[in-house]
């Protein structure tokens, strides 16, 4: 199964996973088969209500009532349905090319889309977020082990961040005594 | 016609040869009568003609047994004390083997048309197809027991009567071309629908809910098929379910109700329904499971985004600011669609 890679319109990538039964169903067609008469209307009319494109609500609605549309006519279909007005550059991608999701929110696409890549400096400000729920965690199972609390070498850890030259190096500055999560 | 003791006494020679002249007569006229003879043996003919009927004694000389009946110029026989001779009077007991029916024929002949008004089965057998402006609201006096069969070539509203007309869910039916109706004749001209078969093969009375039956979750006398439960208000509309360990969340191969499942960041995934709901003010429910940390973590709905009809955004966090991946997650949506 493929995704399809978005850029929101606030730079965040955004990536979609179509349900296994949308092709099923928009091969066969039926899907509101057992429906009153004029609910096919009504989808299209509170798809648009929602934001949906008019012309995208009617392709995806038709699609799922008619049927008949190729695998690749699908990932088109929701591509426009589920996608379109969240962002721009769709790309339809295997899941695997994507970056780990360890600093998921740092994700980035180039202005003309392309694949994913990590800003490191937004990385950078995870890692050392990440490091502080860790301790803070640590802390307070220390806590209710009445143990000593953690103490963070502070300038070990920020130097390392700072310094670390892509976003592996970056992953692996991380104090030893903490569990990573 | 006369009748005789059949027992010749001694006399002189001619009122001898007048007894003997009446016993001859007596048996060649069947001991004919309006009262039986007065003096009886066992297996002596009768013909009773106050009511035209041929009898027998039997062996015990104890009674008088029906043989036939005569009517005009025709003789009916009896079987068991009842006339023989049409198929209305015959009943079970007088049957002892089964009727054999002619290769394609029917009991009644023929599936006898009615195009306007109202069929009778009284005088157009037991099977009648309906068409152009024939109703179905009362179907002819028959004896009780009765079966007909309606077979409908036009759309009719059959309507409802607790006692002539009695419909199953004791509500009216609106007949569509080729649904076919059995019915039970109850005497009087009263009728019980016994079986309605719709034309595409489901049935009316005990069989599937509609849809609005589905949605009004109200009625006790059908019965929800897996087409349509998913309509009933308590039914969940949506739901997906996944991992996140694949990189994720993974294509929502376990969903239902669902277009596409969308990551939009850690912890926040958006829901896009398939079919859009009437309204957004439907209810998110779920669960998640963090295995590795020491807190837990809820799923709600992610605060700068509000639901819509088609879509919901879900965020999973533990404190409510830190949205944190799931290592699993399941969510679902009730609500009208």
């Known amino acids: 199964m493929r995704a399809i890679l978005t850029t929101a319109w606030n730079g965040d990538v955004r990536v979609t996973y179509p349900a296994a039964e949308m092709f099923d169903a928009m091969s066969s067609g039926g899907y509101w088969r057992d429906r009153p008469r004029g609910y096919l209307w009504a989808q299209i009319e509170r798809q648009i209500e929602a934001g949906i494109d008019p012309d995208h609500a009617k ?36 899941p695997i090319e994507l970056p780990g999701r360890w600093f998921r929110d740092a994700w980035s696409r180039g202005h003309n889309g392309g694949p994913v890549w990590v800003n490191l400096e937004r990385a950078r400000v995870i890692q050392r977020a990440k490091i502080d729920t860790a301790v803070a965690e640590e802390n307070s199972r220390r806590r209710g082990l009445r143990k000593r609390l953690y103490k963070l070498d502070e300038l070990t850890i920020d130097a390392g961040i700072r310094n670390a030259r892509d976003d592996e190096e970056l992953r692996r500055v991380w104090p030893e005594q903490l569990q990573r999560h | 016609m006369s009748q005789n003791d059949m027992s010749l006494a001694n006399a002189n020679g001619a009122t001898f040869r007048a007894d003997v002249n009446s016993a001859l007569q007596a048996l060649a006229s069947n001991n004919g009568g309006s009262s039986a003879p007065s003096t009886t043996y066992a297996n002596q003919w009768w013909f009773d003609t106050g009511s035209d009927i041929l009898k027998i004694r039997d062996e015990a000389n104890a009674n008088w047994v029906n043989v036939a009946s005569l009517v005009g110029t025709t003789w009916i026989p009896y079987s068991n ?44 057998g037991n099977a009648v197809t309906l068409s152009s402006t024939a109703t179905a609201n009362t179907l002819g006096t028959t004896q009780a ?84 439960q998913h309509s009933h208000p308590a039914h969940p509309k ?98 009208d669609q």
């Open chain 2, 81 to 124: 004390g009842s006339v023989l001779g049409t198929l209305a009077n015959l009943n079970a007991s007088s049957v002892s083997t089964s009727l054999a029916m002619a290769a394609g024929k029917s009991i009644a002949g023929a599936l006898t048309s009615v195009t306007s008004g109202t069929p009778d089965f009284a005088t157009m």
């Open chain 1, 59 to 94: 392709r995806f609605a038709y699609a799922l009532e008619f049927g008949g549309l190729t695998t690749a006519e699908v990932y088109e279909v929701l591509r426009d349905r589920d996608c379109a007005r969240h962002g721009k550059d769709h790309d339809l991608i295997n």
């Open chain 2, 238 to 335: 949506a739901f997906t379910a996944g991992r996140y360990s694949a990189g994720a969340p993974e294509s929502p191969g376990t969903a239902y109700g669902v277009s596409s499942v969308a990551d939009t960041g850690t912890g926040i995934m958006t829901v896009n329904f398939s079919t859009a709901f009437s309204t957004a003010k439907y209810i998110p429910f779920g669960m998640c499971q963090r295995t590795s940390a020491n807190s837990g973590l809820w799923p709600s709905i992610e605060q700068s985004t509000d639901p819509t009809t088609t879509a919901c955004a879900i965020a999973f966090a533990s404190d409510g600011a830190t949205n944190t991946d799931p290592d699993y997650y399941g969510v679902g949506f009730i609500g």
């Open chain 2, 145 to 228: 027991g009765f079966i007909g069969i309606i077979h409908y070539g036009v759309a009719i509203t059959i309507t409802h009567n607790g006692t002539s007309r009695i419909l199953p869910t004791a509500a009216n039916i609106t007949s569509t071309v080729g649904d076919v109706e059995i019915v039970l004749s109850l005497g009087s001209g009263n009728y019980r629908t016994v079986a309605y078969m719709r034309a595409d093969g489901t049935a009316v009375g005990a069989g599937s809910a509609s849809t609005a039956q589905m949605k009004a979750a109200s009625s006790t006398a059908v019965f929800s098929s897996p087409g349509r």
